[in-house]
């Protein structure tokens, strides 16, 4: 792939899937919930942007109408959800340090090469430009699961959710030129009573065990019964 | 249409019934009339092939899975009216809860024949993960943190897992633009079924793999399994029923449609059985090591929902076998396991009424207390461990000796398994329905007509299977593998 | 089936009843003889037996009616299985009757009831008596068994005036395997016949007891019975032993010139075998019970060793 | 109505119905004793019947249910095999039938439930009758575990005790066990066959290995369920514990059925023999002969003993069966045939003598309410009848003569015998070798009941409630007697049993056996004249005339006879403490065999001065195949148990692993 025979805005796609693929290293990587929070909204709004490039070079009127639904979601509701739910539960100080940030940097590191590698086998010459966006969004929902691997708290594990969604958002949107329209609006109505939902539990969590330490639920195990 | 939206119309209406006693009744009712429009459905189906109107498809496969779902829908609604007011009279609920309750399971069966019956693949998607954000509610209807932490696990497991799938449908979408033109029909299943030998492989592969670990999650796959015995053991018993009974094989539904495009896909390759042996590789993972788990219970519904996932596991290492027999025995096994587990759920749910409890050292002299439901749940374990003449004895009869055609060794392995699972089973349920009973424990008012209504059936199929059925699973069968059996 | 063939074995069988007494006196002679006293008169056993005839017979009141009717079935059976035995002619057909697998069967079931009754009486004796006998004949069984396997599969009959016959019409072959089973065979029949080493018919010690531990309740004509069984048993087995390994003299047929000759050889043979008794149980101590095992395993042993002797040198081909 | 099959299945009808009225009788339980144990007899009769003619035209009939798989329907098929264990399930079926009502009556008292008891009962004949009818490999697998199934449920029948439980879990899952060994042999046979009915699996020539492992797998389950050592453990726990007419069931049919299994297997489906397996078979009957009755002297639970002695007699039908198998592949039909019509001869013997015991157990148990020898005592004189019945089975299982057991022992014996016609020097000394055993086993066996005998019915009771015995209901002395004249006259009447299976080697191994009863009824002659003949009637008739003489000469007539104390050496009189017991009466045989068992026995002195003897006798089959295989699973699921850990991010992390691994592997 010969970055000089791309179009402008293809450029400018891959510029920005490349920030998008960074922002989810700084959400990774940032301790205090309030910033992280504002990053996975800055996420979301480059995502909605891709996309509105996206339908600008091509024939795809509707993904403008997809773009707006993921700037209205991703980037402002969604995200200022989370900001008032983080203020009731007084967790606008909180920060959470991971043990050991190097490693989970290199981890996801490799996970960028490894998905790069992983989608490698659908080389066509025409696919170039898509399979490389394809490589980077898979990076960004791996990225986010691997996120939520290693964040113990709650509202991060949701972050982390909610990029792996922006990641296959912008997959869709870069490789396939958007769903149709009906399973667009589906994901959007499942994503926003999932939304919903996590802000009932964090609740219901906080209520029972009073932290939204994730590590603290770890009742239901086989392991008790070995004594 | 009926049949997919009197659900969505109950799941609207029911909570707005004033009189809980009525929700129960009025529960009955919409799941009755979702029957009845199933049953037609299946009439009509009868004679004319497939039926598709817009985004919805029905031909052999799903019609019969459909109607299994509406039964099971109406037994278990007829069961949990009793049981859900034992709850609240116990106050481990209140009526909100009871509203929540009954919408919810209008809305789960709703998303459940919704997967069912559409041919688009994106639409089922969102009725999957519909289902989990349906169901993730009643798991923590109890608001006990063991409930809100099974359900936390569930919803979390479950929404990367559906996640990771929507990723997998996004590339076999980018690999149907290559093949169809109009991109509508870019994820009408039926559409790619026609044209899947010219999808690109290497996607499909790819693809595969995402959606295999995303609805597997659904199918409660070891090792992704987790969620799955929380999920049983704490939210209310008749949505452990539906669960096990349903929602678990509307995953796994989804999973053989998907296999079925990218064997047409990959028919070419050098490796054309690839989806096939990812299955058999994660059944008979999920098989032995769920068969494992059974030993080491405490909760008899966790040790029912590790039985659910070794049955599953079973169907899965079937269906990735092939073949018109071991597909044959897979759907039986299908049938006979969702009326078996979730009778055995229904029992089970009467039963730690009994004891007041669901910790299995705690569950004593059942057949002393009560012998109807003592005796339920003695059939009903025996007929899930494969004791003829119950159903399941047959297709894992035909599983077997599919499995003897295809892959001899294999077939060891299973015998292993099943000897392991079943020896996990009875050690446990000797303890809860023989011996005295303990002090002052009292029978319950118990609904135990689903439960013999369901191992009657699961007895008949096992004695003779009715041509209707037969030829439904033949029909099925010759959908997915193209060979016959009858 | 010819009829004197009939009265011949009838009359075998009465003779067995008749001589069996003198046997028993003959060998118990002969110990006293080799213990330097005068001892019983031959026809000593034949005084008790009249004796206990005449006497009154008493039962214990633990008892029940089986340890009544006992002596009777012990007697009979004992009775009965002589008769398979040729003892004068090989045409005999209660021979084929009762094959040797017959006659040990009959054997037991004496045995059987022998032991019932000693325990019928409720005491610590009779129980004594009936454990130690059922133990020393199980061991013995399978040494006998296997001992006379050796001459059935040699003669391919298990009908003892078929293998006679086999080996009166055979010229006379030096077989290994004989050797073995003859030892095998002596030793069972010392142990069955409850002589020393194994038991000793003449003591009451309790500790020592086997036989007569279980017949210590019987009295009369009971007692009567159970004695002349035993001397039947005795006789039985000597009579085994000798025209069977030794059937030089036997009759063929149901002349009136063989018969009296076979009865001479026959007679001449177990008085020897009786002195031969006689000097074994005066040399030998009688062991200790868990000493038996031994002796009979050495039976076991000889008779087996009799087997593979017949079937790899003998048959082997 | 003269058609086998027909009879047939009116023996199922009537098990199914005895099992449906019990079911429905849950208010009245008269309905129960009245109705429907009687009519479990009847299906024991029309079952006999069915069976009698089998063998008496000695046709074969076939037909196909409308049950079943939509390919592969039910196929059932009636010979001279079916028909032989026919009569066997049927004669002891009528006999438990008309048994049944009065020891049902002593259970009614108590909050036992009967209509389980009768339902299962019924189910379990069904499926018995079932197996025995089944000629497809599904048909055959679902009436085989319809009967484990059912006899299961009879098991834990008191289930308060929690050692019933436990064996009766250990009974199921071994069955299982047994069963899914089972089906994988049909699995093979199948696989060869092309196809589950029995006909295809007749047409399959299999390559000598194949055929080896399917013969394995068939030893292996039926094996299991006949209860053959090392793989019976499982069996003396589980068929003492069902009432008393159920383990007569269990222990004299259903482990025939076990045997049928293997014959069906063996001689009809895979249909050529190989020396090796005979060996095998044989050296595996001889042990379990053995070890069986070694345990079973060791016993002091009356049903216990019972059920070891059934391993022992098992042992011995496999012995024949392993003879038959040796004779056939070195091509010596006739004797094949003599040592197949032994082991079925036993097997009916046994099935009588058996069930004739445990009757007798069940009718103990239901006056003195004790299974514990060491408590009899004296029992003859309260209970005459029930005394001289199981007085004659224990004779029989002695294998004396002139009763049944010893019919085929001699028969057996007859066919070792015969080693010397075989090639192979090594089989030919191998062959007696088992014969010794044999006797060795008879021998012992007779010692046991000396012991179960002497110390339950003779001699003094042990215990008060013994001591107040009453007899037992007149429905349960029938049921005994009718046993018990089967004992004497398949003891006394070898030649027209033997005439009657006759048609069972014939349409198996084309083999019939004239010569055996060629020369009259009276003799009977296995192989020939010369070689050997028994005259059964002739030694019983001799015997009786003998008795009479001997009663009519010396005791002339029956006089009374005064009654004495019994003579106590000078001491005290003697009292029932003094007696031997059990387990002093086993002690030598204990002592000689001490390896084989697993003794523990101390002597303490306890507090109060006096010292207190502890004895137990544990099976080592436990320890070498039971319990590590308990071990490896407990370990392995307490490994796996690890998967669970409880936190959501090691969930995470398993599908997060899972992803990559198989991106990898795919890629």
Known sequence: MILEQLPLLQQLTLVLAAIVLFVSFVLLEQARLVAAIHVFAWQGALTATVTAIVAANSDLKHLFFSAALTLIMKALLIPWMLHRLVYRLELDRHRESLRHPALAVMAALALVIFSYWAVAPLVKQELLFTRNIVAVSLAVVLIGLWMMVIRAQAVAQVLGFMSMENGLFLAAVTATGGMPLVVELGVAFDVLVAMILFGVFFFQIRESIDTLDVDRMNRLTEKADES | MLTVFSPLLGALLLPLIPRLRWAGWANIAVSSVTLGAALVLASDIADQDVIRTGLFRIDSLNIYLLVLTAFVGVTTSIFSRPYMIHVCDSGRIGQQGMRLYHAMFQAFMFTMLLALSTDNLGVLWVAVEGATLATVLLVSLYRTPEAIEAAWKYFILCGVGIALALFGTVLLYFAAQRAIADPAMGLSWSALYHVAPQLQSSIMSLAFVFLLVGYGTKVGLVPMHQWLPDAHSEGPTPMSAVLSGLLL?????????????????????????????????????????????????????????????????????????????????????????????????????????????????????????????????????????????????????????????????????????????????????????????????????????????????????????????????????????????? | MKMDAWLLALLQALLYLALAPLLAGWVGKCKARLQNRRGAPLWQPYRDLYKLFAKEARMAHTASQLFRAAPYIVFAATWLATAGIPLLSTDLPTAAMADIIVIAGLLALARFFLALAGMDTGTAFGGMGASREMFVSALAEPAMLVAVFTLTMTAHSTNLAAVVDFHLASTNLLRPSYLFALGGLLLVAIAETGRIPVDNPSTHLELTMIHEAMILEYSGRHLALMEWAAQLKLMLYGVLLVNVFFPWGLARDTGIGALSLALATVAAKLLMLGAALAVVETVLAKMRLFRAPAFLNLGLLLALLGLFSHVILEVGA | MTDALSWAGLAVGLALASAAISLLSARLPRVLRLVATPMFGMAGLAALTAGLLALLNGNVTTAELPLGLPWLPWRVRFDALSGFFFCVVGIVSFAVGVYAPGYVRGLERGDNSLPALGGFSGLFLTGMLLVLLADDAFMFMVAWELMSLSSYFLVPWRHDHAANRRAAFLYLLMAHIGALAILLGFGVLASFGHGFAFDAMRGADLPFAWASIAFVLAFFGFGMKAGLVPLHAWLPEAHPVAPSHISALMSGVMLKVAVYGFIRVLFDLIGDFHWQWGVAVLAVGSVSALMGVLYALMQHDLKRLLAYHSVENIGIIFIGLGLAILFLASGHKVIGAVAFVAALYHTINHAVFKSLLFLGAGAVLHSANERDLEKMGGLLRR?????????????????????????????????????????????????????????????????????????????????????????????????????????????????????????????????????????????????????????????????????????????????????????????????????????????????????????????????????????????????????????????????????????????????????????????
Request: charged fraction near 10%; hydrophobic fraction near 50%.
């Open chain 2, 249 to 486: 094989n509307v995953a796994l539904y989804t999973v053989v449609r998907l296999k079925m495009l990218v064997d047409g896909s990959l028919s070419t390759t050098d490796t054309p059985h690839l989806a096939g042996h990812l299955l058999m590789g994660f059944g008979l993972l999920s098989f032995l090591v769920a068969g494992l788990f059974l030993h080491h219970q405490r909760d008899i519904k966790r040790m029912f929902s590790y039985s659910s996932i070794e049955h599953m596991g079973l169907m899965t290492f079937a269906f990735g076998l092939g073949g018109p027999l071991a597909t044959f025995g897979a759907l039986l096994h299908m049938f006979v396991h969702s009326l078996t587990k979730s009778a055995i759920f229904v029992t089970v749910g009467h039963a730690s009424h009994i004891a007041g409890t669901q910790s299995i050292d705690n569950i004593r002299g059942l057949i002393r207390t009560q012998p109807a439901v003592g005796w339920g749940l003695l059939l009903g374990v025996a007929a899930i461990a494969g004791f003829p003449p119950f159903g399941v004895f047959t297709s894992e009869f035909l599983l077997l000796s599919a499995t003897m055609e295809a892959q001899p060794w294999f077939t060891v392995i299973l015998l292993i398994g099943l000897a392991i699972a079943f020896a996990g089973l009875f050690r446990h349920l000797h303890r809860m329905v023989y011996g005295q009973a303990p002090e002052g424990q009292q029978p319950v008012p118990a609904n135990m007509l689903p439960v013999f209504v369901h191992l009657g059936l699961v007895l008949w199929v096992g004695l003779t299977i009715p041509d209707l059925l037969s030829h439904w699973l033949d029909r099925a069968t010759e959908l997915i593998t193209g060979g016959h059996m009858l």
């Open chain 4, 383 to 667: 209970m005459p009848w029930t005394g001289l019945f199981f007085l004659v089975g224990c004779i029989s299982i002695s294998a004396l003569p002139p009763f049944n057991g010893f019919v085929s022992e001699w028969l057996t014996f007859q066919a070792a015998l015969q080693a010397w016609q075989l090639d192979s020097g090594v089989l030919r000394s191998i062959v007696p070798i088992a014969a010794a055993m044999l006797a060795l086993t008879g021998a012992l066996a007779a010692a046991c009941f000396v012991k179960v005998y002497g110390v339950a019915f003779l001699g003094q009771a042990r215990s008060r409630q013994v001591r107040h015995t009453r007899r037992a209901p007149i429905s349960m002395r029938v049921g005994q007697g009718i046993l018990a004249l089967l004992c004497l006259l398949l003891g006394i009447l070898p030649t027209a049993v033997i005439g009657l299976l006759n048609s069972v080697p014939e349409q198996l191994l084309e083999q019939g056996l004239q010569q055996a009863t060629a020369n009259s009824w009276l003799w009977l002659t296995p192989v020939s004249a010369r070689t050997a003949s028994y005259g059964a009637p002739l030694v019983a008739v001799t015997l009786l005339i003998v008795l009479v003489l001997g009663l009519w000469v010396f005791g002339r007539g029956i006089r009374r006879v005064r009654r004495c104390n019994t003579w106590d050496c000078g001491f005290a009189p003697p009292s029932a403490a003094m007696q031997y017991t059990a387990s002093a009466f086993s002690q030598p045989i204990r002592r000689v065999f001490g390896l084989l068992f697993h003794i523990r026995e101390s002597v303490e002195v306890q507090d109060d001065g006096r010292p207190s003897h502890s004895l137990q006798v544990d099976d080592r089959a436990w320890r070498i195949f039971y319990v590590p295989l308990e071990r490896l699973v407990e370990s392995a699921a307490r490994q796996v148990v690890r998967l669970q850990s409880g936190s959501i991010r090691t969930y995470l992390g398993w599908t997060l692993g899972t992803l990559l691994i198989l991106l990898w592997v795919t890629a």
